[in-house]
């Protein structure tokens, strides 16, 4: 998992990480966002997002992954196994 600056992602949402890794085919590239949403106002928190991309500790991280889970919502699939949409 990358961000959109090409950082990577997967140390600070373990909980999408372990979700991605039970996909199949393992040749998998997706393109989507990833949100934090806030249960009171039910939408998307942005600043929660932020901190979540902060917290390096890997105790803090599961912490934050319990307080503030994130949610991937795909809207591309460019890639699967064999099959590459980028290129026909």
């Known amino acids: ?3 959109r600056r090409g950082n990577p992602l997967e140390p ?3 909980e999408i990480v372990r979700c991605l890794l039970d996909l199949t085919p393992k ?3 997706l393109d989507g966002e990833l ?6 106002a039910g939408k998307p928190n942005f600043d929660r997002l932020c901190r979540r991309t902060r917290t390096k ?3 803090d ?3 934050a992954a319990r307080a503030d889970p994130a949610v ?6 460019l890639v699967v196994g064999n099959r590459d ?3 026909g």
Do not use: A, Q, Y
Not at 35 to 40: K, N, P
Not at 72 to 77: N, T
């Open 85 to 87: 949409s980028l290129h």
């Open 57 to 59: 500790k890997r105790l």
């Open 27 to 29: 040749r998998l590239v």
């Open 1 to 3: 998992m990358l961000s």
């Open 61 to 63: 991280v599961e912490h």
């Open 72 to 77: 991937l919502f795909v809207f591309d699939l």
């Open 12 to 14: 600070c949402f373990p």
């Open 35 to 40: 949100v934090v949403v806030v249960e009171e």
